[in-house]
T-cell receptor
């Protein structure tokens, strides 16, 4: 059974720092991996989707990488801002219809 | 256009009662998903619809849970004889096709509390 782990569970950084969030998964036979952002009391917003054949995706200050063989993905956030404070979730999709989510990393960016 | 909407936003019920949670997907999206998110955890898959039919209900925890999508648009998640362990946020998502490459768009969720 696919297990998705995110480290750290919580992270607090001062504004302006670059940071890395980690996601690992146990079964490398995935179709894609997706990073989401979740604000308190809100649904999930998709940030980046990486297909299994891709190594990375970039959107603005965000960069996500995927190393399928080692079962790892990282989300890099450059020049963090207080508005980046949220919970970041990664999810992997396999040959079925569901996505397996990690428990998330709760990020706080202090002004 | 409007995103995925879910009603109610909050539902408090007593143990043993029946509840219905509604999801309005993005117009034209054929695929619809239900997830359950417990406190401090990521969402867990419950059921997936392609059009009107439940293409995959393998995530439903037991037969107290049931979902319908009679006209291929709005979906209702139904929980019978609710238990305290059913308390969670129930999230709905939709995508334009069932393709694995498609991004799922999530609603804000319904927070269910069973007393």
């Amino acid at each position: 059974k696919q297990e998705v782990t995110q480290i750290p569970a919580a992270l607090s950084v001062p504004e302006g720092e670059n940071l890395v969030l980690n996601c690992s998964f146990t079964d490398s036979a995935i179709y894609n991996l997706q990073w989401f952002r979740q604000d308190p009391g809100k649904g999930l917003t998709s940030l980046l989707l990486i297909q299994s054949s891709q190594r990375e995706q970039t959107s603005g200050r965000l960069n996500a990488s995927l190393d399928k063989s080692s079962g790892r993905s990282t989300l890099y956030i450059a020049a963090s801002q207080p508005g980046d404070s949220a919970t970041y979730l990664c999810a992997v999709r396999q040959g079925n219809n569901d996505m397996r989510f990690g428990a998330g990393t709760r990020l706080t960016v202090k002004p | 256009g409007a995103g995925v909407s879910q009603t109610p936003s909050n539902k408090v019920t007593e143990k043993g009662k029946y509840v219905e949670l509604r999801c309005d997907p993005i117009s034209g999206h054929t695929a619809l998903y239900w997830y359950r998110q417990s406190l401090g955890q990521g969402p867990e898959f419950l059921i997936y619809f392609q059009g009107t039919g439940a293409a995959d209900d393998s995530g439903l925890p037991n037969d107290r849970f049931f979902a319908v999508r009679p006209e291929g648009s709005v979906s209702t998640l139904k929980i019978q004889r609710t238990e305290r362990g059913d308390s969670a946020v129930y999230l709905c998502a939709s995508s334009s096709t069932s393709g694995r490459a498609d991004t799922q768009y999530f609603g804000p969720g319904t927070r269910l509390t069973v007393l």
